[in-house]
């Protein structure tokens, strides 16, 4: 009789299997190890702390900007203090703050994208720990993953992304509340009307018959 092969029978396939499910379990809890040590959620408030505020002060540098050239506009206009003043201010308060809730929008979006990639990257990782990579390997991967995730988050720190808030404001907006206020200016009581051979004033008072 032949003696056993110390196999169990299977020609030593389940210690294969076996083998081969213990180096999947090391490199999977290696680059789960690597990622729950890294300190990502840091990074992610760092992240959307650094976007919110690059883009915060594109907006309040487009708010000054057009706050100035609506000032010089209205004070060639003789303006100052007048409703075209008034609610050409209250324009670019509405625009500045509106462009404040779109900035929070944006620095959000950016740290939840960073934390989204970090998980793609992992769940890639455990998939290839599969295939039968080993520890060494998958530590590797999983670290040079981390820092190519983190460039790229890093490069959206290099310029606002929240656009222009005020371009079209002081071509038409503002000019046309700054001759609005010029009309006013020069005629007070309202638009003069012409009913039959009566004119008739914008505030209804009968003027003289023609």
């Known amino acids: 009789m032949c003696g056993g092969g110390g196999g169990g029978g299977d020609g030593g396939a389940g210690a294969r299997e076996a083998d081969r499910q213990r180096r999947i379990a090391a490199a999977t809890d290696q680059i789960n190890s690597i990622f729950n ?11 959307k702390s650094a976007v919110y505020d690059l883009n915060k002060a594109e907006v309040d540098r487009q708010a000054e900007v057009a706050e100035r ?12 203090g007048g409703s075209a003043d008034i ?13 404040l809730i779109r900035t929070g929008g944006i620095a ?16 890639n990782l455990i998939s290839m720990a599969q295939s039968g990579i080993d520890t060494g390997s998958a530590a590797t991967m999983a670290l040079n993953g981390l820092s ?30 700054q001759a609005n206020g010029v009309a006013n200016a020069y005629n007070p009581y309202g638009t003069n009307q012409f009913i039959g051979s009566q004119t008739v004033r914008g505030n209804g008072d009968q003027g003289k018959t023609l």
């Open 87 to 99: 609610d050409s201010n209250a324009e670019i308060n509405r625009r500045a703050n509106e462009g």
């Open 108 to 123: 959000d979006q950016s740290a939840a994208d960073l934390k989204l990639q970090d998980e793609k990257t992992r769940s």
């Open 69 to 80: 050239a609506n000032r010089f506009g209205l004070a060639r206009s003789g303006l100052v």
């Open 148 to 177: 190519v995730n983190a460039d790229q988050a890093a490069a959206q720190r290099n310029g606002a992304t929240i656009g222009s808030l005020f371009g079209d404001l002081s071509q038409a907006y503002l000019i046309n509340q």
């Open 37 to 47: 040590g890294a300190n990502r959620d840091t990074m992610y408030n760092d992240q």
